[in-house]
């Protein structure tokens, strides 16, 4: 058996840690010190994943995971920030973040509509519809970012939805990579099983479960700090 380069290993290693996380930050009550501890673990491990899994599809080569790795790294650095930045301010951070998200959505349209035009329908294995996916969420991402940087800042129930949808589309992302891509590491049995599907779908119901008390209710309306430092 080949030895797992370390890079792999820690890139592993951190989406693990991410995706057990990342659940139970989605679990605990908004803004209690459970979900701040799980939300902290997540940002981190997420940040580490992302990261490296953009840096190693450079080498491989794979030019839309190397998209993908961004994106994912810009949403939760912008959910963190969200709760971070004082309510009804912004800075040079969500003006740099909004240039990044337009730039991966500007690249991923170019590489899907390359992608859709090659005999495979694919580029570096990924097919052309799943590359556009990824460009329209960069693209929803950058317009809700100008929206914010034109009122000059975000507060109240819309923060905190800004930062819940931000973290469950960077989970789904790690999930279904983790789930659909890399089943290899999984037990046999679940290969090719739909029973994968579950916890890639848990992400998105969970999140709008979560969008749905948080645009709905009054607590969060009331109380805009709840999620303050929180993951």
């Known amino acids: 058996m080949t030895a797992m380069p370390p890079a792999m290993m820690l890139h592993i290693a951190a989406g693990g840690v991410g995706l057990a996380s990342g659940f139970a930050a989605l679990a605990f009550r908004k803004g209690e010190r459970l979900h701040r501890i799980a939300g902290t673990a997540f940002f981190v491990a997420m940040l580490f994943m992302s990261g490296i899994g953009a840096v190693m599809a450079v080498f491989l080569p794979n030019r839309p995971t190397i998209l993908v790795g961004v994106l994912t790294f810009y949403l939760v650095a912008t959910a963190w920030m969200t709760v971070r930045r004082e309510e009804g301010r912004i800075g040079r951070f969500e003006v740099a973040a909004l240039a990044i998200v337009a730039v991966v959505a500007t690249l991923d349209f170019i590489a899907g509509w390359v992608a859709a035009g090659s005999p495979k329908g694919a580029m570096d294995h990924i097919p052309y519809q799943m590359i556009f996916v990824f460009g329209g969420v960069a693209t929803l991402a950058a317009v809700t970012d100008l929206r914010v940087i034109r009122r000059g800042g975000i507060s109240g129930a819309p923060r905190i939805a800004r930062h819940l949808w931000r973290m469950c589309v960077a989970l789904l992302i790690a999930t279904t990579s983790f789930f ?52």
């Not at 891509?181 to 099983?193: D, F, I, M, N, R």
Request: net charge positive; charged share 10%.
């Open 180 to 231: 659909l891509g890399q089943q290899k590491v999984l037990p046999e049995v679940l290969h090719g099983s739909p029973i994968l599907f579950v916890p890639i779908l848990a992400p998105l119901v969970l999140m709008i479960f979560w969008l749905f008390r948080v645009r709905f209710s009054k607590a969060f309306a009331q109380a805009p700090q709840t999620l303050e430092a929180a993951g």
